[in-house]
Structure formats: C-alpha cells, structure tokens
C-alpha cells in the first residue's frame, strides 16, 4: 500500500498494490510538491494494516487525516463513512441523510468515489438502498469492493 501524509495527517492511500511503481502511480505523487520516502514513518499505520488484511477488525477512526481541501459536502461524507463499524454497510441514501440532505444520494456516491483515503474511510461499506453494491471506483472494481465486505463479515 502506498500512503501519503502531512504533518497534519492522512493525504492519500491506496489499497494494496502489485508493486511500489503501482502504488506510486494511484497516489499521484506528482501533484505534491515535495515528497519524501520515509518507511519507518508509518510504522504504527502499517501494523494496523497488516492486522487488519489478516482479521479485518483493525479499526482507523482515530488516524489523524488531513483532506480540508476537499468539498464541504465531501468532507462531511467522509467522516460520517468513518463511523460505519467493520462488517457492516449503508446505504448512499443514509449517507445523505446523516450529512443532512437525504436526497443527495447522487453526491454520496460521487463522495465515495473520490475517497482519497480508502480503507482509512471505508468506502466500501457504502452500498445501494436495494442492497446492491452500487460502483466502486478503486482498481479492482465490484469485485474486490464484494470481496473486502465478504472479508470483513467472516
């Protein structure tokens, strides 16, 4: 997984990835102005990570993000995404209403498919009213997002 952070928190993430150029690439480490490798600096991350890929009971509400740049109405989705407990989902349509327009369930999924963070904000737990998985934007597709869910109810 690649990860890029502040020293506010959190910038970018990707999920796993087949090598180091990949997870470069998903990052879009060229639209940072200064980047420095630091493998150690993420340490506490990486065990959670690793705990998580392996249990998937490792929870993120508490990693520190720093995504201010983003939409209001994104920004509200997110946070409100990172309350949805492992091993469960919502729906767009609750995720609306719980940012506080419950006919925006367009822009809920439009919100979740711009997560710059997935994993941290579990976009994935995000499904249709019908219970539906609905889009999932990360390579991968409705597949893996299928595959995280079934990973995290067993």
């Known amino acids: 997984m690649g990860v890029i952070a502040s020293d506010h928190g959190l910038i970018r993430t990707t999920l796993p990835q087949t090598s180091t150029k990949n997870c470069i690439r998903m990052m879009r480490v060229n639209s940072y102005k200064s980047i420095t490798m630091s493998h150690g ?10 705990e998580y890929f392996l249990t998937g009971a490792s929870t993120f509400h508490n990693e520190p993000i720093d995504i201010n740049n983003a939409p209001p109405f994104h920004l509200a989705a ?3 995404c990172r309350s949805i407990p492992n091993g469960q989902t ?19 999924g439009q919100s979740m498919a711009n997560n710059r963070l997935p994993i941290i904000i579990p976009c994935h737990r995000v499904i249709r009213s019908d219970s539906t998985l609905g889009g999932f ?6 597949k893996l997002k299928k595959k995280l869910l079934d990973f995290e109810k067993n």
């Open 41 to 50: 600096r993420f340490s506490a991350l990486k065990h959670k990570l690793e």
């Open 137 to 142: 934007s990360s390579p991968g597709g409705i």
């Open 78 to 80: 997110w946070k409100v």
């Open 90 to 108: 919502r729906s767009y349509k609750w995720l609306a209403s719980m940012v506080g327009n419950p006919k925006a369930s367009r822009a809920a």
